[in-house]
């Protein structure tokens, strides 16, 4: 797998996220570009959504499965969300960061506590389009 990757990193890296990721449009080359001189570009004129992949193509299948199992401070008061929860709660935070006039291309700042609402509202930024930008 490694040699491959190196051989034939288009071919390599071009299967990998076909075979692992939803397309919205698929990409019409893998990468471009030296990474030596910075100037890399990947998956060119490709179309996907992180939030989609990390959540909505498990929601198919594995719906009642856990996505997130957070451990808190105190003992007992952990919790675990599953993919339908995740999905539902990453879909209300992107539908309020609309209505508050959040856009495809805003920077939105997060600041938060490590609790599970922090994915929920970096996953509806990833939905809309928004980039986020979080500390805790």
Same mark, same amino acid.
């Given at each position: 797998?490694?040699?491959?990757?190196?051989e034939d990193p288009e071919q390599f890296w071009g299967e990998l996220a076909r075979a692992n990721l939803d397309w919205f449009r698929d990409f019409d080359q893998t990468v471009t570009?030296?990474?030596?001189?910075?100037?890399?570009?990947?998956?060119?004129?490709?179309?996907?959504?992180?939030?989609?992949?990390?959540?909505?193509?498990?929601?198919? $299948?594995? =719906?009642?499965?856990?996505?997130? #199992?957070? !451990?808190?401070?105190? +003992?007992?008061?952990?919790?675990?969300?599953?993919? /339908?929860?995740?999905?539902?709660?990453?879909?209300?935070?992107?539908?309020?960061?609309?209505?508050?006039?959040?856009?495809?291309?805003? $920077?939105? =700042?997060?600041?938060?506590?490590? #609790?599970? !609402?922090?994915?929920? +509202?970096?996953?509806?930024?990833?939905?809309?389009? /928004?980039?986020?930008?979080?500390?805790?």
């Open positions: 797998m490694y040699t491959r990757s190196i570009g030296a990474i030596g001189k910075g100037d890399m570009a990947w998956f060119l004129n490709g179309q996907t959504n992180v939030s989609v992949n990390c959540i909505d193509r498990h929601v198919k $299948t594995h =719906a009642d499965k856990v996505a997130i #199992i957070w !451990e808190a401070d105190e +003992v007992g008061q952990g919790r675990k969300i599953t993919y /339908a929860e995740l999905l539902e709660e990453t879909c209300r935070v992107a539908n309020a960061m609309k209505h508050a006039g959040v856009k495809k291309g805003d $920077t939105v =700042a997060i600041y938060m506590p490590m #609790i599970p !609402e922090i994915a929920f +509202v970096m996953l509806a930024c990833t939905r809309i389009g /928004a980039v986020h930008s979080a500390t805790t």
